[in-house]
């Protein structure tokens, strides 16, 4: 949740925050605007799950490229340009994206993997790196299937 003069910007991981604990939303809200800050402590046995997460998915971006595959790696990235260089790495025929930026209205969200479909793009939630919750798994289609403006396909596998 991020917080401009006039909007308040909601991604998908907000939307199943608030479903699960609607005072977690007050807090994150809190948090965006500036009143509270944000908590310095994280569980230990997140930052494990977080740290495996990223290991496997770092291998599996590994096995694309070894698939010959073009992989476009975003992660690390945020700020402005972020949407661009997504919009770009799909315009330019990437096979794979990874972390990319997608955005509809006020609605955005990173899906792990954006994997390129017979001219088409799907997301992929590849692990656990980021949110250890099942319902992460459904965040990426969302987006996908808003940005079309109709439902979202299954993920190609």
């Known amino acids: 949740m991020r917080a401009s003069d006039k909007t308040i910007e909601i991604s998908a991981s907000d939307l199943s925050n608030f479903l699960s604990c609607r005072h977690r939303t007050g807090l994150d809200l809190a948090v965006a605007r500036g009143l509270l800050a944000a908590p310095s402590w994280i569980d230990p046995m997140v930052e494990v799950l977080q740290q495996r997460g990223l290991e496997h998915e770092a291998s599996y971006a590994d096995s694309l490229r070894e698939q010959g595959l073009e992989v476009v790696d975003l992660a690390g990235r945020s ?29 955005f969200g990173r899906p792990d993997i954006l994997r390129r479909v017979i001219g088409l793009s799907t997301p992929e939630e590849n692990c656990i790196a980021r949110r250890s919750k099942s319902t992460s798994l459904s965040r990426g289609g969302a987006l996908a299937g808003g940005a079309r403006g109709g439902s979202s396909p299954s993920p190609a596998r």
């Open 79 to 107: 700020g402005g340009d972020l949407l661009l260089e997504s919009i770009d790495a799909m315009r330019s025929g990437a096979d794979v994206i990874l972390q990319p930026a997608l955005r509809v209205g006020k609605w």
